[in-house]
């Protein structure tokens, strides 16, 4: 089995990343991670990344002139190492149609809401401010508009009384670690198109 190489961005902490990272491990598993990247450099995830002898890079907006230059450097950096999938990972950017458009059918997110309900930020706040019963998270691919693309998995838990932003983003997070490794095995092991 050749395994599919995968890169993952990243903004911030890197839970979810290192959840793949992890999954990778197993010699079964179809894919393997590359190397990681950021757009900002004190992001603690790539730390954790080195950690495990992975690349990383990182790139700042202010270095360029335009989204579509960050954007455009974002794809040389992923296209030197080879890579087949992108996978972001609380990679806090709106990323240009080019981009997308570029990696089409090879680029999925995981964001913290049941799409397509709560797109965009304060996901969890906002549910609570609805008054939901039930909130979750969705892998999805990546297309031009926010947090539209197609759903590859999706995992639900209950909102319980008394819970603020932070306990149901953590009750959130064990689904993302769970659902993440297991979308791009669908991807990654051609079950998915
Ligand atoms: C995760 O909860 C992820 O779903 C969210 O950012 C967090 C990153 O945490 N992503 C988005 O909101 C994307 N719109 P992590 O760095 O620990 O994986």
Redesign the pocket.
């Known amino acids: 089995m050749s395994k599919k190489r995968v890169a993952i961005l ?1 903004s ?6 290192s959840a793949l990272i992890d999954a990778c491990k197993s010699a079964d598993y179809p894919a393997e991670i590359v190397g990681v990247g950021s757009n900002r450099a004190a992001a603690p ?1 790539l730390k954790i990344a080195s950690s495990h002898g992975l690349k990383t890079f990182s790139l700042a907006q202010s270095q360029f002139e335009s989204r579509e230059a960050f954007d455009l450097a974002l794809t040389q950096k992923l296209e030197e190492w080879h890579v087949d999938i992108v996978c972001l ?2 990679f ?1 950017r709106m990323l240009t149609p080019e981009f997308t458009l570029h990696w089409a059918g090879r680029l999925i ?4 809401s049941l799409l397509p309900l709560y797109r965009g ?1 304060d996901t969890h706040a906002r549910a609570l401010a609805d008054g939901a019963s039930v909130h979750g ?1 969705t892998v999805h691919f990546v297309t031009p508009g926010l ?1 539209e693309g197609p759903t590859i998995l999706q995992a639900q838990v209950p909102v319980l009384p008394g819970d603020t932003p932070e306990t149901l ?1 953590a009750r959130i ?1 064990v689904e ?1 670690h769970r659902i993440y490794p297991e979308a791009l095995r669908l991807l990654a092991s051609g079950a998915l198109s």
């Open positions: 990243i911030g902490r890197g839970s979810n990343m995830g990972a609380g806090m997110n995981i964001h913290p930020l998270c947090d983003a997070l993302e």
